[in-house]
């Protein structure tokens, strides 16, 4: 009998010799081995949580095919079937009117839940039940098949262990991957949007939460600035401030924003803030709130460690940004510089051309600017040079680019917009620049009125090449200076002889 039962257990172990790359995918092969082993017409694995009293079905093995099941079941730990169950391994069914046997299996697991990173634990003992049934013929375990079946669960407990082992280290694996992947975002993304999406993306295909969420804050004020979310499938998506406010955040009486207790680390939802030298950035949070998976406790310690690395990224990319912004724009006007406008200039005629669009250019100065500087000083100069760039940022639609092209020459790039609109345009800023009203105190008491001369060209009916759009639209505001100043002049009209 032992020879046999040595034979079975060997059977059995070649059986499962394959590597399984999680637990789910061994009992599917293993369940349905140990019901043709028994003659069993039923086998079923339940995961026994032992501190919350709870067996959860998680496999049923029946006419050779497996299915998953979900059904939690109370037991009383310290009833005498469970304490029997505990101390012998093996008990028989006190409640089935047909034969059936449970056997405990059991195994160390290397993950753990929040609590257990919490308590320093990095691995536990993990506790499944092994029922198996007889319900067509009735017919009762013997006492050599229980022996037979204790001995098959141990060797699946030895089964299970291992390849809790293996899945634990290909996950690491993957883990050290996602670090890796995470570390070349951090390297690569300079400007905060993008370095913001592909945070997230990069953290989804990772670790495969239900849902990262991503909330920056003002470093300054700590108001809530910007919220971002992905889920499973990787698409990322600008959450609403008033929304996220309502729902996940607090307000304190100074204005400073605070993440609602509710959303705070659990087993299934992780918190962390992202710092940098005492300075609050926002909050990253992982949540597995619709499968209500724990997360693991090797995700926690990953992206715990790399938390410090995501708020520098961050820091990094509003750095960049803000040097970006000092670089393309001008200091006094506010207007954006030539090299930035050219750029913009040069992508926006290309996509004219792909897409069959008009643009037009606006080219202006200030009438008798020289004038103004020699007599009152450049202080006034500068005023004067404020007012009309100001009144221009405000005049325009967001698509719209003014520039300061050089001392108080601006040129205004003006997409989709065809030269009667340009036209409409021009007259509105020359109305507006004209009630400007200078502090007396620059002018000495003078009243002192400024007006713009404006010359317009149309792409593609001008030109389609960007120097000679520039140039013609100068041209046209040449004709305006000769002409009187003071008013604007459409490129194309002067070359048809319509300027009066």
Not at 146 to 156: D, F, H, K, P, V
Not at 205 to 232: I, W
Not at 474 to 484: P, R, S, W
């Amino acid at each position: 009998m032992q020879n046999k039962r040595s034979l079975l257990l060997y059977n059995f172990y070649q059986g499962l010799s394959d590597r399984f790359t999680n637990i789910d995918r061994l009992l599917r092969h293993a369940l349905p081995v140990l019901a043709d082993y028994l003659s069993a017409d039923r086998v079923l694995f339940f995961d026994w949580k032992e501190e919350k009293s709870i067996i959860s079905l998680r496999t049923m093995c029946q006419k050779g095919k497996c299915y998953d099941l979900q059904e939690d079941i109370f037991v009383d730990r310290y009833s005498p079937e469970v304490i029997k169950l505990l101390q012998d391994g093996y008990m028989m069914s006190p409640s089935l009117d047909y034969p059936a046997v449970y056997v405990l299996v059991q195994w160390r697991s290397p993950q753990g839940s929040f609590e257990a990173l919490a308590s320093g634990q990095r691995a536990r003992s993990a506790y499944g039940v092994i029922r198996v049934e007889r319900f067509k013929e009735n017919k009762p375990f013997t006492q050599n098949e229980i022996e037979s079946l204790i001995a098959l669960c141990r060797e699946l407990s030895s089964k299970i262990n291992m390849t809790e082992i293996d899945h634990y280290n290909t996950s690491q694996l993957q883990r050290a991957q996602a670090l890796n992947d995470l570390a070349k975002v951090f390297a690569t993304s300079i400007r905060l949007s993008d370095s913001l999406i592909e945070i997230l993306k990069s953290i989804q295909k990772s670790f495969y939460f239900d849902r990262t969420s991503l909330y920056l804050v003002d470093p300054k004020t700590n108001q809530l600035q910007e919220a971002y979310s992905a889920d499973l499938s990787g698409e990322v998506k600008q959450i609403d401030i008033s929304e996220a406010l309502s729902k996940n955040f607090t307000s304190g009486s100074d204005g400073t924003t605070n993440i609602c207790p509710a959303v705070r680390s659990s087993d299934i939802v992780l918190t962390l803030p992202l710092t940098l030298q005492g300075k609050n950035l926002g909050w990253m949070v992982f949540d597995n709130m619709l499968s209500r998976m724990p997360i693991a406790t090797e995700d926690i310690l990953s992206l715990k460690q790399f938390s410090a690395q995501i708020a520098l990224a961050i820091d990094n990319a509003r750095l960049f940004e803000k040097v970006q912004e000092l670089s393309n724009y001008d200091e006094l006007t506010k207007l954006a510089l030539r090299r930035f406008f050219n750029e913009n200039l040069a992508q926006e005629i290309y996509r004219s051309k792909r897409f069959n669009l008009t643009l037009s250019l606006i080219i202006m100065d200030i009438d008798y600017f020289k004038t103004i500087n020699d007599t009152y000083g450049h202080l006034l100069g500068d005023e004067a040079l404020k007012a009309v760039s100001s009144v221009i940022s405000s005049s325009l639609r967001q698509t719209d680019l003014p520039c300061r092209y050089g001392g108080d020459e601006i040129v205004i790039m003006l997409p989709r917009t065809t030269g009667e609109e340009a036209k409409n345009i021009a007259k509105r800023l020359s109305e507006k620049v004209s009630a400007i009203e200078l502090n007396p105190k620059y002018t000495g008491g003078a009243d002192i009125k400024l007006s713009i001369s404006q010359g317009i060209s149309v792409f593609p009916y001008d030109t389609d090449d960007q120097n000679d759009l520039i140039k013609r639209a100068d041209e046209a505001l040449y004709y305006v200076k000769q002409h009187g100043r003071g008013f604007w002049a459409l490129y194309g009209d002067i070359k048809e002889g319509k300027m009066k």
